[in-house]
């Protein structure tokens, strides 16, 4: 069962019901990155610094505390077990979940009390004081670990701070930074890490993590939970949202219109267009963009032996939507228009067909 948490105690992909990355011993899929890792611990030369790469909502994080688990589990390296498996009883599992270990730092956003809302970005501050632990002598013997999650949420300041340390790491210092887009982070922090990139889940590895949470998480019916994993894009996090009502509602609508998208139902694209205005409702209109994609994608696929210059056009409603849903976003626009004009480039290009 989930840890109860205090309602000011608030993390990025925070999933009500769910157990952090930090507080489950079970990872799905992703062998050959354990394998990497376990081979480096078993060699003794395990790198220094290690970018976890890939989709968000995969298990990076989860891989990451794993690892972590595993090292501080046994400081003295003197364990022949394969792979990362740490006994669920072993007090380093409590510890780590509750980020008390002293050879364990976690650089990550987080609401501190006397805040309303979750910075936006991780400070230099709190990652100077992060790498004091790399300062001092270790609180026992064996590895001293910085997970950072995710290293897109540093600023500026904060990334060449770590970056000084990647530079000249202390004995035994092991950074394990997560990544959503490794593209984006500076070049000279990804050439001082190993690569590691991990793939999205297949829908049966989905489906097996989510009917794997424990209560309080509703089990889902079979039914759904096999269509939110297809719609997941290998995504934990994504599988989870697509259960809730209200989006399985939002994209069977989204699905519905779309099929008819050649001759537009005004009146229910305008009840879509008012549904999808409200800042309250931005996971929703992101799911309704996903849902676009996946149209334009089909329909590509259906008409692929026509000539490219007649598809073009589909194509380009598709980069448009995406382009003004940015633009919305970012100045915080009405999204109605956004919507309405969507349907009515998706008529013109769908007939041109």
């Known amino acids: 069962m989930p840890p109860e948490r205090a309602p000011d105690d608030v993390e990025p992909g925070d999933l009500a019901g769910i157990v952090r990355p930090r507080e489950t011993t079970r990872l799905v899929g992703h062998a050959e990155a354990e394998a990497a890792f376990a081979e480096g611990i078993a060699s003794g030369r395990l790198h220094h610094a290690w970018l976890i790469g890939g989709p968000a909502g995969i298990g990076k994080a989860t891989l990451a505390y794993r690892v972590a688990r595993r090292l501080l589990a046994d400081p ?58 790399f300062g001092s002598t270790a609180g026992n013997a064996g590895y001293r670990i910085c997970i950072v999650d995710s290293a897109e949420d540093l600023n500026a300041n904060g990334a060449n701070a770590l970056l000084k340390m990647l530079e000249e790491p202390p004995v035994r210092a092991l950074f394990l930074i997560v990544s959503h887009a490794p593209g984006r982070l500076l070049p000279t922090i990804r050439s001082r890490c190993r690569a590691l990139a991990l793939r999205p889940l297949d829908a049966a590895s989905v489906s097996a993590v989510v009917s794997g949470f424990p209560a309080p998480f509703p089990a889902p019916l079979a039914e759904a939970l096999a269509r939110a994993a ?109 919507v309405l004009s969507l349907f009515a480039d998706l008529a013109g290009a769908v007939r041109t067909g």
């Open 76 to 133: 003295e390296g003197v364990s022949r077990a394969p792979g990362l498996d740490v006994a669920a009883n072993d007090p380093v599992v409590g510890k780590i979940a509750a980020l008390s270990h002293p050879n364990l730092v976690a650089l990550r956003r987080h609401r501190v009390p006397t805040a309303k809302t979750l910075p936006t970005k991780i400070p230099v501050d709190a990652v100077r004081k992060a790498l004091e632990l």
């Open 230 to 338: 297809d719609l997941s894009e290998g995504s934990v996090a994504r599988a989870v949202a697509m259960l809730d009502p209200a989006m399985q509602g939002l994209v069977a609508e989204m699905e519905t219109l779309l099929s008819r998208a050649g001759h537009p139902d005004w009146g229910r694209v305008l009840k879509l267009a008012d549904k999808l205005a409200g800042r309250e409702a931005e996971p929703l209109f992101a799911a309704g963009l996903e849902t676009v994609e996946r149209f334009v994608s089909a329909e590509l696929h259906r008409r692929r032996a026509e000539p490219p210059a007649r598809l073009a056009a589909l194509v380009e409603v598709c980069e448009k939507f995406g382009r003004t849903a940015r633009e919305a976003a970012t100045y915080n626009l009405d999204r109605r228009p956004v």
